[in-house]
C-alpha cells in the first residue's frame, strides 16, 4: 500500500475556533441557550463570545467540519505531518492566531485567507454537566473568496499536489464558485472528490449549487436525517436508506471512470455503504452507552477516519473501519479532541 505523503490530502470549508467552558443554567438563559442544541449566533449572541473566554477552564481548539475531518486524518496517519492541506478564511486577529497556532499543533498545513472586514469565525460550546450548547458565529468564514486565495499561483499549487479531496456541504453557503473549480480540476484528473451533505438545510435551501456539485462527486458521506431530507427534496420516492444510498449513486456523474460511493452513517445503527452494485452495512464498534461523553465530532471524525485510510488507497471496508474506529474514539471525549496517538490496526 503506498504510504500517505504531505499535501495529499485537500480540505477547504468554514474555519471556526472552537471554545469550550463550563458555564451554568443562569449563563445559559442570558442568551436563550438550551442545554443541548447547535445555533447560528444572532446579535443578541455577540456578547457571549466574549464573556465565554473570561471563564476558568477555556479550552481553544481548530475547529469547523471540514478542517475538524482533516485534522482527524492527519492523527490517524501521524506521519508525515502536513498530509492534510486546508483553505478557509480568518480574521486578521487574536482568535485567528490562536487558530493557526491550533492548526500547526494538529500538523495541517493550513493556508488562510486572511482579512480584516469580519473577526475570525467562532464557535462557543457552553458546557453545563454532560449537555453541550454550540452557537456558531460564522463572521471571516463567510468571507472566503475565489479570486483572492484559490486562484493565487502559489495556493492552486498545493490544490493540485492532491490526490483525495474533501469539502463539507456547509461550504457552498460561502463560496460554491470555489468548489466548482476545484471539483472541476479533481474530475479532470482522475482523482478523487468527496463531498458530505452536512446538514438538512443544505439539501433544503442550497438545492442548486448542492446539484451542480454533485456529478463530480466521488465519494458522498451524510446521516441518516441528512440522506432522508435529500431523497424528500431530490423527489426520491423511497424512504428506504439503503435505497436512497443506490439512487444517489446512480445520479448522473461526470467522470465515469470512478463509480460513486455514498455512505450514510446511523448513529449507533449499522454504517450503509454503496459497494459496486451492492448496498451494505457495517456495524459501528460497540460501546457502552454510559462511556459516551459527546457526540458532536462522530460525523467529523467519522469522515477524517475513513479519509485517512482513502489517502493510502486502502479497500472501502478499511476506509470505514478506520471511520468507525475514529468516531468510536472521539464520542468518548469532550469536542472533537482526540489523544496523542491512535491505536487503530
Given at each position: 500500500m503506498p504510504s500517505a505523503v504531505e499535501?495529499?490530502?485537500?480540505?477547504?470549508?468554514?474555519?471556526?475556533?472552537?471554545?469550550?467552558?463550563?458555564?451554568?443554567?443562569?449563563?445559559?438563559?442570558?442568551?436563550?441557550?438550551?442545554?443541548?442544541?447547535?445555533?447560528?449566533?444572532?446579535?443578541?449572541?455577540?456578547?457571549?463570545?466574549?464573556?465565554?473566554?473570561?471563564?476558568?477552564?477555556?479550552?481553544?481548539?481548530?475547529?469547523?467540519a471540514t478542517q475538524n475531518s482533516v485534522k482527524i486524518a492527519q492523527w490517524m496517519l501521524q506521519e508525515p505531518h502536513k498530509v492534510g492541506t486546508f483553505f478557509g478564511c480568518i480574521g486578521e486577529d487574536r482568535f485567528g492566531e490562536i487558530l493557526k497556532q491550533k492548526a500547526r499543533e494538529a500538523h495541517v498545513d493550513a493556508h488562510y485567507y486572511e482579512q480584516n472586514s469580519e473577526p475570525t469565525g467562532t464557535c462557543a460550546a457552553c458546557i453545563t454537566g454532560d449537555n453541550r450548547s454550540l452557537v456558531a458565529n460564522l463572521a471571516a468564514a463567510n468571507c472566503y473568496k475565489k479570486e483572492k486565495h484559490l486562484d493565487l499561483e502559489s495556493n492552486w499549487e498545493l490544490v493540485q499536489k492532491a490526490k483525495v479531496y474533501y469539502i463539507a456541504g456547509f461550504f457552498l453557503t460561502v463560496s460554491p464558485e470555489s468548489i466548482l473549480k476545484v471539483a472541476k480540476h479533481v474530475s479532470d484528473n482522475n482523482k478523487v472528490f468527496c463531498m458530505n451533505l452536512s446538514a438538512p438545510f443544505i439539501s433544503q435551501f442550497f438545492k442548486e449549487d448542492l446539484m451542480k456539485i454533485m456529478p463530480y462527486v466521488d465519494v458522498l458521506f451524510g446521516n441518516e436525517t441528512e440522506a432522508a431530507t435529500f431523497a424528500k427534496e431530490q423527489g426520491f420516492k423511497t424512504e428506504d436508506i439503503a435505497q436512497i444510498a443506490r439512487d444517489c449513486q446512480n445520479l448522473p456523474k461526470q467522470n465515469e471512470k470512478r463509480r460513486r460511493v455514498v455512505v450514510f452513517?446511523?448513529?449507533?445503527?449499522?454504517?450503509?455503504?454503496?459497494?459496486?452494485?451492492k448496498v451494505t452495512t457495517f456495524p459501528v464498534v460497540d460501546i457502552d452507552q454510559s462511556a459516551i461523553v459527546d457526540t458532536n465530532g462522530a460525523g467529523d471524525a467519522f469522515v477524517g477516519g475513513f479519509l485517512s485510510q482513502l489517502v493510502v488507497e486502502s479497500p472501502l471496508e478499511e476506509c470505514i473501519r478506520a471511520g468507525h474506529y475514529a468516531a468510536n474514539v472521539i464520542i468518548q471525549r469532550v469536542g472533537c479532541t482526540f489523544p496523542e496517538k491512535p491505536d487503530f490496526h
Open positions: 499535501n495529499a490530502l485537500f480540505g477547504m470549508g468554514n474555519p471556526l475556533l472552537d471554545i469550550s467552558a463550563v458555564v451554568d443554567k443562569d449563563f445559559l438563559d442570558k442568551y436563550g441557550l438550551k442545554p443541548n442544541d447547535q445555533i447560528l449566533a444572532e446579535d443578541n449572541h455577540k456578547a457571549l463570545f466574549e464573556e465565554i473566554v473570561k471563564k476558568s477552564h477555556v479550552e481553544y481548539h481548530a475547529g469547523g452513517t446511523q448513529g449507533k445503527d449499522d454504517t450503509v455503504a454503496t459497494v459496486g452494485d
